[in-house]
């Protein structure tokens, strides 16, 4: 799978995707991605890629032909089988879009800076908006970022116990059930028997158990998903 990030703030995005499982799965090649800095796209001296408004107001807007440039040399290369454009107002991203997402070769992220992007780049270039939450960041970077690490800690061989993502909060519309390490009893605060019994098929159901309890309780809504 490859993942293209463009970006007016590559740096931002370094150290997300170097570490733990994303960075081993870039190890391991079962996952490139690529930082695209959107600067390089530019034909000004001073590498300009926002503009201001028409019609006025505050704040600054991506202009589109960098990002016209920039998507087309990549599409020149490959295939794509999404273009996302990062956006509050996009539709909210889920475990089950980050399944989907997993499954797919190629694809493009574009980070939105300022007041956002010319509209006329999520009309003709994009074909997914995505947002992380009902809540406006400074830019697409880090929810580029979250994307990017959910999606790639679901190709198989990214943690070496499959089971690990399988069992993650959301897969199956559940939440995960608690865990615990040693010591079994801190300052009188135990570890459920049942975890220590050593009854592989008991634990299994009480975590089962667990799950559905926990997501009764505090995610009721995840059950009436579509
Ligand atoms: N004016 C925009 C609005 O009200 O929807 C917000 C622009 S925001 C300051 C700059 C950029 O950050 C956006 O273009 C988008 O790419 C990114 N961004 C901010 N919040 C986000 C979120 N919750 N999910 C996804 N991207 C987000």
Redesign the pocket.
Known sequence: MRIDIITVLPELLESPLNFSIVKRARDKGLVEINVINLRDFTSDKYKTVDDYAFGGGA?MV?MIEPVFKAIEKLKSEREYDEII??????ER?TQRMANMLSLKNNIII????????DQRIREHLITRE???????????E??AAAITDAIVRLIPGAISDEQSALSDSFQDDLLAPPVYTRPADFNGWKVPDILLSGHTAEIDKWRHEQSLERTHKLRPDLSKDE
């Open positions: 704040g991506m454009y990062t956006s509050p107002d996009g991203f574009l980070a939105g800076h300022y007041k956002g992007v995505i947002s992380i939450g009902d809540y406006v960041l400074s830019g697409g880090i929810p």
